[in-house]
């Protein structure tokens, strides 16, 4: 969701900018950025802490984003081709599930002003769900792994992960999807370019790297 389909990752740098500049540090820069992109809250805002050495725990570093953010969601908006997308696979009939890093409050905030979009999933994983278990967030597979099951219980069908595909725009997102063994599609921001090492490397054999998913073809993939 964040910053593939919706304009997040813009909101959360400006939020993480504001609780750097009251420490009289920052800006994030993307060579940071890029290793937040996809991850569980804690974790990242852990390694923000380390990284930029903050005298804060993450308790006032949780509290400080939730105070930020809250003010904010209501500017996201869905990114170039995100829309037409899930409009394209809702009308071709293709399950579609949503599995996102976002806990169910966050993912509540950044959509419920959206009259439509993401009521095209067929399944919504939020990372909160009681049935991924602690700790097996991105890039762990788990999440896929649910969102997978969720499909194939609501179409009584026998989907496998190698008949997927996975849209990502972060780097742990791009090793969750490989890790569950689908073709991953890797749409990084436009920022984010100079800073995604070796692309053959993360991608593997089994992906596609997309500087908009307006330049997604779904007949490429028989869709």
């Not at 966050?106 to 979009?117: E, M, Q, R």
């Not at 070796?198 to 054999?205: A, M």
Request: contains cysteine; glycine residues 10%; aromatic residues 8%.
């Amino acid at each position: 969701m964040d910053g593939l389909l919706l304009n997040t990752e813009d909101i959360y740098t400006i939020t993480l900018n504001e609780i750097l500049a009251r420490y009289s540090t920052g800006p994030l820069t993307w060579d940071v950025k890029i290793r937040l992109q996809g991850l569980p809250g804690p974790e990242a805002g852990r390694r923000v802490i380390e990284h930029y050495n903050l005298p804060i725990t993450l308790e006032d570093y949780d509290r400080m984003n939730l105070e930020i953010q809250s003010s904010k969601w209501g500017s996201c908006a869905f990114l170039p081709g995100a829309l037409e997308l899930l409009n394209y696979l809702h009308g071709k009939g293709i399950p579609i599930a949503l599995c996102t890093s976002s806990n169910k409050t966050k993912f509540k905030g950044k959509t419920s002003h959206l009259t439509h979009g993401f009521d095209l999933f067929d399944a919504i994983v939020t990372i909160s769900d009681p049935r991924i278990p602690k700790g097996r967030g991105k890039p762990h597979p788990d999440i896929w792994q649910l969102g997978l099951k969720l499909l194939n219980e609501k179409f009584h069908s026998n989907i496998e992960a190698k008949d997927c595909l996975v849209f990502e725009d972060g780097i742990p997102g791009v090793q969750s999807g490989r890790a569950f063994g689908a073709h991953v599609i890797w749409v990084p921001h436009p920022e984010a370019t100079n800073y995604l090492g070796d692309v053959d490397k993360v991608l593997g054999e089994r992906g596609e790297l997309l500087t908009s998913l307006e330049k997604f073809d779904p007949k490429k993939y028989g869709l």
